[in-house]
């Protein structure tokens, strides 16, 4: 019988039976060898080299195993159609109980694409609930350590710096990380045994009461003293490595990031960066409870308790994906958080926004990508925001229109479908009185007929350049 658990091949001559007792000489003309290795390209078991050509055509339409940034890149490029699927929630196509979704989700969407009903007035307002929501590190200052780290030349100085723009990141996400968790137990307790599960409701049942009293420090001891070591038992005695381990990984991850955004560190880190005499006026000389009152009462922090879009468009989504929406529903979500997440990847360094509504009997869909300091260089010139907006519009087309200021004008390119691009004139003279209107010099001014979409990295060539001169993770 073969010894099928021996952790290593077996070597030649070892096992004294029929020729096996004779090692192999692959260079014996009388020896028929098969698929002798070639050290000099070596193979993987799934046919897969090592490495693949990035600009090699005939491998660019695989998946590149090169690195994750690569990987980003071709899953960016085979990104789900989002406005396609969103226009078709818009316009509710295939979203009745009739095709099998629940009456209750049901009566949700229809609320859903009620809210998303716009004039004027209030598409202003929604616009700028989800740039502030959008934008966690606005306002005098966070600028103040923008410019502090773009002028400083100590790479201490720049890491500190950094070190507290993580720390404010998990502090100001302190609501959304306590939530997270405590729908993490929830999960957990749905998979384990009742023995377990029963400890376990209860240990979630303290830390809803801890996040009730903002009891930070006693959640943490929850966790590190009575949840991990219930859980870790549990896979100890049932060698269970499923759901019940792999939501605890997802629980560490998270209660990092809570315990990094203690309070107490929080401003330790901030005194820090006022040695450096970065701050103008009376900042470095305000209190603990007035510095927390201003981090806390940020245009950031105020737009996400009261952006009710992300709160309505989430749980639609969770109750679509959990089997609440039929299949219509999940495809159409599906894509929508696919393509949410890859635009909120850790290597996409611009600010995206989505913005659907409908505005006089049409469903318009568009997304916002914002680089707010397109062409900074180190304080020598005055950095200027450059944006891409995409937009559908039913009955109409796709327009994409690029804003990008430099010398002191607002230059704007619009591609348009070639029945608007007919009066590309008119339109050019009224977006030009538009921005001298908000206080803006027009500078060049073209609208053309769309031949094909505008991709992200031709509106921001520079976008991937930081990535591509730093350390590229290898997988």
Request: glycine share 8%.
């Amino acid at each position: 019988m073969p010894e099928i658990l021996r952790p290593t091949n077996p070597v030649p001559g070892y096992d004294n039976t029929g020729s096996r007792n004779q090692p192999i000489n692959p260079q014996d003309p009388n020896t028929n060898i098969q698929n002798v290795v070639d050290p000099n390209r070596v193979t993987r078991a799934d046919q897969r080299g090592d490495q693949q050509q990035a600009g090699d055509a005939s491998v660019s339409h695989r998946m590149r195993y090169e690195s994750n940034f690569l990987t980003f890149l071709q899953r960016l490029a085979n990104a789900p159609d989002t406005a396609s699927a969103f226009l078709r929630l818009l316009q509710g196509q295939g979203l009745q109980v009739s095709s099998g979704i629940t009456p209750g989700l049901a009566a949700e969407l229809q609320g859903f694409l009620e809210f998303l009903q716009m004039d004027e007035a209030h598409l202003a307002q929604f616009l700028q609930g989800q740039m502030q929501s959008g934008l966690r590190f606005g306002g005098a200052l966070f600028a103040a350590l923008r410019n502090a780290y773009y002028n400083s030349s100590s790479e201490m100085f720049r890491t500190e710096i950094l070190q507290f723009l993580r720390q404010y990141s998990d502090y100001s996400s302190t609501d959304h990380l306590e939530s997270r968790m405590l729908q993490t137990l929830r999960d957990m307790t749905r998979s384990l045994p009742s023995h377990w599960a029963n400890q376990l409701t209860n240990m979630a049942a303290q830390m809803e009461n801890g996040v009730a009293a903002g009891d930070r420090q006693g959640n943490l001891d929850i966790l590190r003293n009575q949840v991990f070591p219930l859980i870790s038992d549990y896979v100890r005695r049932t060698h269970d490595h499923g759901m019940a381990r792999s939501l605890l990984s997802m629980l560490t991850l998270d209660m990092v990031r809570y315990e990094n955004g203690n309070e107490n560190e929080l401003l330790q880190a901030f005194r820090h960066l006022g040695n450096y005499n970065i701050f103008k006026g009376d900042l470095s000389r305000l209190s603990d409870q007035d510095l927390l009152r201003l981090l806390k009462e940020t245009d950031f922090a105020k737009a996400a308790r009261s952006n009710s879009f992300a709160e309505r468009f989430t749980e639609l989504a969770q109750r679509s994906l959990r089997g609440e929406g039929g299949s219509a529903a999940q495809e159409i979500f599906r894509n929508l958080m696919a393509s949410i997440l890859i635009n909120e990847s850790v290597y996409m360094p611009l600010q995206h926004l989505l913005l659907p509504f409908q505005w006089d009997g049409r469903a318009v869909f568009s997304e916002m990508w914002v680089d707010p300091d397109d062409g900074h260089s180190g304080g020598q010139e005055e950095a200027s925001p450059r944006l891409l907006i995409k937009m559908d519009v039913e009955g109409l087309g796709a327009f994409d229109l690029l804003i990008s200021g430099s010398g002191g004008k607002t230059a704007m390119q619009v591609n348009c479908p070639r029945q608007v691009a007919a009066f590309s004139g008119d339109i050019s003279r009224d977006l030009g009185e538009i921005l001298q209107r908000n206080g803006l010099t027009p500078g060049d001014i073209r609208v053309s007929a769309m031949r094909s979409p505008m991709s992200i990295s031709d509106a921001f060539p520079n976008l991937f350049q930081e990535v591509k001169n730093g350390v590229d993770v290898k997988v």
